[in-house]
């Protein structure tokens, strides 16, 4: 399970219940100006990471359907298929995959598009195996060169089969080109081109490249989810310094659209209970939704509440998910000190760093945790001050055998005891650090 895609339901929409960052309004300009719109437009969704562009989109994508019936709406997470050569593929293939979703077998005139960009796409492995067989081995552009201008002794006879490979590729464009057109005039097409900013910065420019030249036709929009300043940042890695990645990517993006702030500061936290409320209904193990549940009074600590990103707590859910595969202990402590450590590794790694080195000062506990902030909450308040205790044990300060027993710590009474429990939570970061994908049971 890709955890962007909880609380996005196949038939959400912007309903009050699901337009929790308040951007129905937003949502709906967009909708009408993609409705009024004929010529094709490249538009640029705009927000850093952490801001909740996947969640908007993903929930856009279900209310335009719905509202605009007669449009086609593709999504594609351009992340998750960067490994391959040729984003023309993917985008194909996601425009394919659109009709069984839908509920609607291909029109010929998507089978058509898929005929035609495999012609595009697939005519360099034609020529790569002509002069391999030639005797080339590294068929790079200087090779190319070579090959132009007769320096080997086949270069006439494979220069022509480049010249006819090439006036093929001009041709399958232009056939393309017209099948996209017939899509098009059948029903609008809007393809959503999410993490686009992750790419690697060659996969990602040659997104953009094919949405611009291969897909500008009437009635083909683009929206991209996408960081720019991070899109920007690629184009001056790839290309050099010198060039301004600003100004080059208004080659390819016709209107950049900032996403509206998230103008309800606890939307994080509403995110997390949402979320909860779906690994419960997925019928994940008890103990999961446990730690979840006790993890949320954490998540309410001012000093969390206030820096949770929505992608922050997806990486939360990943590594407790994680966690419970995982982890040797199941010791309450244990598990409360684990949770506590991934969240403030979320939002603070410093800190987190420097209670994992024992490093952290009892001052800067007392700030992170800020028990005088949770006065009017008296749940809040036993959650701060018990693990205040737990922190404050753990640096080697003393803590009264009464305070022990009112926070449930009297069997951690020993030094031994809190080290022990120290190095098992420990043990689990390690774990869940080591895993490059989390193993959901």
Not at 177 to 201: F, K, N
Not at 241 to 267: C, D, H, M, T
Not at 378 to 403: P, W
Request: aromatic share 8%; net charge neutral.
């Amino acid at each position: 399970m890709i955890f962007s895609d909880m609380c996005v339901e196949a038939d959400a929409s912007f309903t009050p219940n699901n337009d929790f960052l308040q951007r129905g309004g937003f949502a709906q300009r967009l909708s009408n100006m993609l409705q009024t719109i004929d010529e094709p437009l490249v538009v640029a969704i705009d927000g850093a990471w952490g801001s909740g562009k996947t969640h908007f989109l993903r929930i856009w994508k279900n209310d335009h359907q719905k509202k605009y019936c007669q449009d086609r709406v593709v999504y594609i997470n351009a992340f998750q298929h960067d490994y391959l050569g040729d984003p023309l593929v993917s985008l194909v293939r996601a425009v394919n995959n659109s009709c069984g979703e839908q509920g609607e077998k291909s029109s010929r005139a998507i089978e058509s598009l898929v005929t035609a960009s495999k012609k595009v796409a697939f005519p360099v492995i034609r020529i790569l195996s002509g002069a391999l067989s030639a005797g080339v081995s590294n068929f790079g552009s200087s090779v190319i060169s070579e090959i132009i201008s007769g320096i080997a002794a086949e270069s006439e006879e494979i220069a022509s089969r480049l010249w006819d490979a090439e006036e093929s590729r001009i041709a399958a464009m232009e056939e393309f080109r017209a099948a996209l057109r017939v899509v098009a005039s059948e029903r609008r097409l809007i393809i959503i081109i999410d993490e686009l900013d992750r790419c690697r910065p060659d996969y990602a420019l040659a997104m953009l490249e094919v949405a611009k030249h291969l897909f500008g036709e009437s009635r083909v929009h683009f929206l991209l989810g996408v960081n720019v300043d991070v899109l920007a940042a690629s184009v001056s890695h790839r290309y050099g310094r010198s060039v301004n990645g600003r100004l080059y990517l208004q080659k390819f993006i016709s209107l950049q659209l900032s996403i509206p702030e998230i103008r309800n500061s606890k939307a994080s936290l509403v995110y997390y209970e949402k979320m909860v409320e779906y690994v419960e209904s997925e019928g994940y193990h008890s103990e999961i939704i446990g730690i979840l549940k006790n993890g949320f009074d954490i998540a309410c600590l001012p000093f969390f509440a206030e820096r949770l990103t929505l992608r922050s707590v997806q990486r939360i859910f990943q590594r407790v998910l994680t966690l419970y595969a995982v982890a040797d202990s199941r010791n309450h402590h244990v598990i409360d000190l684990t949770f506590f450590l991934i969240i403030l590794r979320s939002v603070s790694p410093d800190d987190a760093l420097a209670i994992e080195s024992r490093r952290i000062t009892l001052p800067r506990i007392a700030e992170i945790l800020r028990l005088r902030d949770n006065e009017s909450d008296t749940h809040r308040k036993y959650t701060a001050t018990r693990m205040y205790y737990i922190l404050k044990r753990i640096i080697g300060e003393g803590v009264d055998d009464s305070e022990l027993e009112r926070y449930q710590l009297v069997s951690f009474s020993s030094k031994a005891a809190w080290d022990n429990c120290v190095e098992a939570a420990l043990d689990n970061l390690g774990k869940i650090g080591a895993l490059q994908k989390p193993a959901i049971p």
